[in-house]
């Protein structure tokens, strides 16, 4: 059972376009991370949200928490082609120790 | 400061083969995580560790696979005889203190041929 499920799985656009990827899960989250990990490297660590409603902007990425806590975004603005990764957000559930469960997954990639 | 190190990067075993991937934590961190990542898959929690205790190893494999994180020196994650189901990503991350905020090293790779 995958329990933080990520969409669109891929994405390719074009420098400048702007691009939203969606986490949705069933379970309600006590806190929530979004990452980026680039081919032969770990998970780079980007936001973490942890009030429903929340809404955190880093340069030209924002990210909501939804109200509920079971969902988020990551909306990219004029995307570069330094954005190209795969995009991973993880939770942990309410009630759990320090075990974060990772979503599928959006891979983007940016061209010229 | 130096981020999570892991070591090996690439680490290629026969089959019935013992791994052993080490991962030092950031300065600071004393609660470590290991992660594991398939191909084509997302990543799969597997054990949390602090000083000389195992918090949670509900994500192991109940045989072959062990994990400890000794009062000195990096925390192990060990397999004992490699199967090629085994080849993946390992990633250890650290944290300050029973946390969200995780901080994840660059991973070990593993194959069994």
């Known amino acids: 059972t995958q329990l933080l499920e990520q969409s669109p799985q891929f994405l390719s656009i074009q420098e400048g376009e702007n691009l939203t990827v969606y986490c949705n899960s069933s379970s309600v989250f006590s806190s929530l991370q979004w990452y980026r990990q680039e081919p032969g490297e770990g998970p780079v660590l980007l936001v973490t949200?942890?009030?429903?409603?929340e809404v955190k902007k880093l340069k030209r990425l924002t990210f909501q928490f939804g109200d509920a806590r079971k969902d988020s975004s990551l909306h990219i603005t004029a995307a570069q082609p330094g954005d190209t990764g795969l995009y991973l957000c993880?939770?942990?559930?309410?009630?759990?120790?320090?075990?974060?469960?990772f979503g599928t997954g959006t891979r983007l990639q940016v061209t010229l | 400061n130096a981020g999570v190190m892991q070591n090996p990067r690439h680490l290629v075993r026969r089959r019935g083969q013992e791994a052993r991937l080490r991962c030092s934590p950031m300065k600071g961190h004393s609660h470590v995580y290991w992660y594991r990542q398939l191909p084509e898959e997302g990543l799969k929690f597997m054990v949390y560790l602090q000083k000389e205790n195992i918090i949670d190893e509900s994500g192991m494999p109940k045989e072959r696979f062990s994990a400890e994180f000794p009062k000195e020196g990096p925390s192990i994650l060990r397999i004992q005889q490699v199967v090629r189901g085994d080849s993946a990503a390992y990633f250890c991350a650290s944290s300050p203190i029973p946390t969200y905020e995780q901080y994840f090293g660059p991973g070990t790779r593993l194959t069994v041929t």
């Open positions: 993880a939770g942990l559930i309410t009630g759990t120790a320090s075990k974060l469960t």
């Open positions: 949200v942890v009030t429903g409603g």
